[in-house]
């Protein structure tokens, strides 16, 4: 018991010592003496000021760094709303009846314990999530539709005290926005670094009073994830990789500085685009990846189909993707989303697909595990 | 002076063609190029490669799809006696997406990789289906030409058709997955890259038939400039006439929008480009040089798309309405000048 | 050409509208014939059939002995010839081009000109008096000039029979009477057989070696210009009452319901039709002297600058047929 509060401890520890290193701290100290600081060590997304009596947690705009996008004022149910509040949105927690937009909500709500309040889903036919499933079946949860357009009526019927969003930059829930329900803003796909997105359901769980238990869940994960990213410290050789496929005219490659470069970098591969500056994913030309790429070591590729892709395949879809040295010397591996629950767990666990990663790339460190999303690609 | 014209044509579709050859997303050095295209080993293998497999077929792909496209553009504004009239406006090629999509719905995959999975009847398949679409919908606006006289009305009735197939092609995506969406999304922004070396011979066959037949129609659409009561006294058989060029036209379009997508403008735009520069109707110049000015502006085309090289790739259908729009209203607003529109 | 019993009209799905029935004419080279009839007759409609634009619903009609339906269009096209007033899109053609269409029925695949049509062509331009502009395009042409074009590409086709709708239609007088004119040189000339229709009635009858009248009640009467007019089918082609035809001038002129009388007397026949006609647009009848009849006015034209008036037992004398009028009471 007491050594896992001291490795609790010592974990912290770590993750402060770390982020010295890394990344901007984002804990506001107001200047209040009796407040506690919060500490968000990896998500720049979101800050938390502790206040006499309330909680203010404060989401940055992702397209526009300067901006907030919005701010919460969270108040226990049970105390009594304080006299003088910040502005903001005015969420009485915990939340007892809530609508989530995106199955990754549903994945984190279910690992918070949060399910008999779940009482409506957008897009039910993509949530493979159990409790979710039952819960529709029975009737304890309802779809109320695409989570780009839900239908506003079922929703005010559903009188839910809170709605779990993913909103897109030029796509505002409006309609959704003027029924009054409060939107918990999860902009947490925007995170450029594996363990920022992770930290999320930290932030989810301060709308459910589970911050002690999103708090250790985190903590596992960072630990998880340093753990393997440790393993590959000593590596000398970090192999070459590239990763996806063309659509049309245009491949679709992520930044240096995105989260998918990051975890490459941690899982110890030299991306090709490793020393690209974007935070995103931005288009190339066939030409423009095959002259970066082509003699990669590794090709990752993720895709969503009814049948498996294999490397007859991929050629009978381009010919020129035969050129590349991976798919020369059959090291392919490949991700079908359909079949796997990949978006459902990376973003909470991003230590499982590093330890994909490092499997894939390095396997003589990892000699006893079997790779959960990805596996090598199969003839044809 | 016509030959001055001709002359310069050609040379400005040598120079583009040589240009998309030397020029894109990845920088290779002129020398090496020049001496991969002599035959000499590149100094990077991956060089040769982008060279023969990348560059070179993408130029042949823009070279007969804009050529292509502006005649089969020609030909409709000859046949509906309407200067507004196009492949894409008249819904035609909304036609062959259409029947892309159930072609590749029916045999699995996603819409827009044309060739998962597909052998050389494969290819056949989706060509088929792209014409029986274009044919389908081309054949419909034929029909209703005989019973509507106005030029605008007509093109209306094209757009309206040209949704409907849209929306036919939105609900076959509601079944599909979010890939297959974004598959599709990305095929709508036209490329010409979707042509590999070994697919080559076969795209540039099939739309060599269909040139062909147009060049054998040039006398018929010089008699039908006159109308087509005129064009009969002059011993046109008319109908023979519309088959042959719904066949010609469908072809063109059809595997054109199959292989590189949707692709806007182009057979709108270049015919009058094309009677612009010539400055006559007569069909006997204009459409082999409708032809080159098409190859010459979807060659531009593709180069304007890979001018931001590592930083990106621009869509074509980005890219050709602002070639073609232009054009397109100045000929509307420089209309009492022009003569062909009288 | 020839007809024996015709029926033409026309087909829209199941209905079938005879326009008219029963017709048979001839028409023979060498001859200009003028169709004459009011609007909405058929003109156009019989024009059509004999062009093979339309069939026929029943009956014979026989081009140089064979029935026009065993033509191939081919053989049509070099046999029959048309100039109508249908709107082109061959603005952006220079006129050299658009006669040179005419060439079709007579080049091979291509239509690639041989030296054998350009004689042709320019001769054409000669004989219509369009070769000044033959490097124009025809969108910068008058009407007239157009329609002259149109007719050098009949003529280009070498048909033995050019059919016409209405060629004057649009044209001012000078025009209409150009081509008129250029159409019977053409007929004679070149041997041809040449059927226009028009409304251009004055032209018709000095021009038209032949006439077909095309009316409701007697259906289609052909024959020599002269013979019909004195024969005073004439009166009968509009079929309105209000209508009468000239025959000492040869026109159409409305009938005048004159509430008044006044009797004119003249030698000078020219100037009697004029003071008629002046007196005829203010509704007066008028009448040849008549002795007893003396309370109506009377007006006695020596010349046209003596005008004697006799009204209301005033007797005035006019020097202008302002002044007539001004005095005449209404």
Redesign the interface.
Known sequence: MIKLHIRFILNLFICVLLLASCRQKESAVSSKPEEKSFPVGYATGFSVHRAAGYMVVEVRDPWDTTKMLQRYVLVPAEKELPSELPQGVLVRTPLKRVVAATSVHCGWLDMLGVREELVGVCESR?IDVPFVKQGLEVGQMIDIGEAAAPDVERLIELAPDGMITSPLSNAPYGRVEKTGIPQVKCVDYMEPTPLGRAEWIRFLALFFDREALADSLFAETVKAYEEVKALVREVKECPTVVMEM?????WYVSGGQSYMGCLLRDAGAAYCWADDAHAGS???????V??KG??ADFWLIK?????ELGYD?LR?????YA?FEAWKKRHIFTCNT?VVSYYEEVPIRPDYLLKDFVKIFHPHLLPDYRLRYYRKMKEE | MKYRIWGGIVLLLVLLFAANLFLGSARIPFRAVLGILVGEEGEKTAWTYIVWQTRFPQAVTALFSGASLAVAGLMLQTVFANPLAGPSILGIDSGASLGVALVMLLCGGTVGAVTVGLTFSGYVAVVVGAFAGAALILGLIIFFSTLIRSNVMLLIIGMMMGYIASSAISLLNFFATAEGVFSYTMWGMGDFSGVSAGQLPFFCGILSVGLLLALLLMKPLNALLLGERYAGNLGINVRRVRVVLLISTGLLTAVTTAFCGPIAFIGLAVPHIARLLLGTSNHNFLLPVTMLCGAVIALLCNLISVLPGSAGVIPLNAITPVLGAPVIIYVIVNQRKIQYFH | MSAADLTIGYRTGRRVTRVHEHLSFRLYPGELTCLLGANGMGKSTLLRTLAASQPALSGELLLEGRPLSHYSEKERSRRIGMVLTDKTQAGGLTVYELVALGRQPHTGFFGRLHRQDHVRIAEALEAVGIAHKAQSYTAELSDGERQKVMIAKAVVQECPLILLDEPTAFLDVVSRIEIMDLLHKLAVEQNKAILLSTHNVEQALVLADKLWLLSQERGLQCGVTEDLILNHRMDSLFGRPDIQFDYAHGVYYPIVHGCRQIVVESEDDTLLHWTVNALNRRHYACVQSIPDNTSLPSLRASAPDRLLLNQSGKTTLCSSFEELLSLLVN
Request: net charge negative.
């Open positions: 993509y063309k659509y049309g005219g245009m931005f288009p190339l030309s066939f030409e423009a095959f002259e082509g003699e895709y969503n189909r009814a049948e395949g009978k879809e381009y010919a020129p050129n359909g």
